[in-house]
């Protein structure tokens, strides 16, 4: 098995061999960007599948005694890469056979291409150890929320997480997680390129079955440093995802790594105050248009004054440009708005911004001389050499 993360978009760059000519269909769905073949048996005799990081087998394109035959040639592999069954048939036999490799799964049709990307995405979890922090520390937690609808604080808090994986000398593999809590629909996996794989709905009522090993199955991976947490588009989640899930998610994501950012819902939810009460800095994302600033000082208000909270949320003036188009507030005219000094501002450059998203990845990797890039570092530096705010544990789940 390789030990290289999965990149960004799932099986990027991976080579894949696919038994069965009907698989070709998913090239371009959840097989995109891998070094795809479609084999046959006289692929299996010439090579075996010591070349392949991922096998999938079509059930319905074989009889079952030759399948029992592919699953035997996989058993007797020293590491076989991890394969996956789909079909309508399924025989038993085989099914058994293949579930006792130590990395294996079964599809019964019919299945969509999400239910295959999810399966792959499990399999081919990545296992490098996640750096964890230090015996008995947490991660440092920052989240991030918008004050008004498309302020930037997606796009801030991916690339706050991408500059603190490089701002430590050597970078440190795995120590970073960005978690995207806009379980309907956030955008964060789109942003990136990924494929978002956390499903939280089955473990609402059995939140304490998440760990580090089911977390994991949960992570997609987007860089050597880089983890992301992200849900499978779901339109009712808020409804059904539990409370003590989403907590549980974050205290173990902080048990788990050095750093954890969030991307954290505008709209309040049963879980808000309490996971910005496990976090260390909020921040504030606010575009420099009245509304937003009054919106942006109503949210750092309602934050100050929940119960529990021991600190201030910072607020970040997200777009600035050097040439407003039609009046804006000055800086100073929006500190005033805001009754309190903004910690940092943000560069406008949409150029940079909606070519990162177009080609997917950060603004830090396909524009990396934009002013937004500089603009983060300086935040992120100024921010991660202060003394840890943080009082509380993160919240357990109850
Ligand atoms: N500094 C910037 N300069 C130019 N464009 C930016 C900048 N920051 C964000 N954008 C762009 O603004 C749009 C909205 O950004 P983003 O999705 O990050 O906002 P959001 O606050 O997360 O929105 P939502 O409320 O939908 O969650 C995107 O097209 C993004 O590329
Ligand atoms: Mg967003």
Redesign the pocket.
Known sequence: MSSQPTPAGGLAGRRVLALGKGLSALADGPFAGAHLEIGGLERLSALGFADAELIVIDADAWEPQTLELIVKALAACPAPPPALLVGAHLPTAVVRGLLRLERSDVLDAPYTDDDIASAIAALMVDTTPVSAPADGAVARCWAIT?AV???????VAIEIANALCTRQAPAKDRSVCLIDL?LADG?AAAYLGANPTMKLAEFSQSAERIDAAMLQAFVTPVSKQLDLLAAIRDPSAFDTVSREAVLRVLEVACESYEWVIIDMP?HRRAWTLEALGGCDEVLV?SELTVPALIAARALSDEIDRAPGSDRKPRIVL??LAGRMFGPAPSMSEAEKALQRKAEAG?????EA??AS?NLGGPIATHRPKSK?VKDVHALVERLAAEPVRRVVQPQKAA
Do not use: L
Not at 149 to 155: F, S, V
Not at 346 to 350: G, K, L, Y
């Open positions: 918008g609808g498309g302020a930037g604080a997606t796009t806009n955008a505008r994302v997200n777009r943000i560069s406008s450059d949409w911004a909606a998203v937004i």
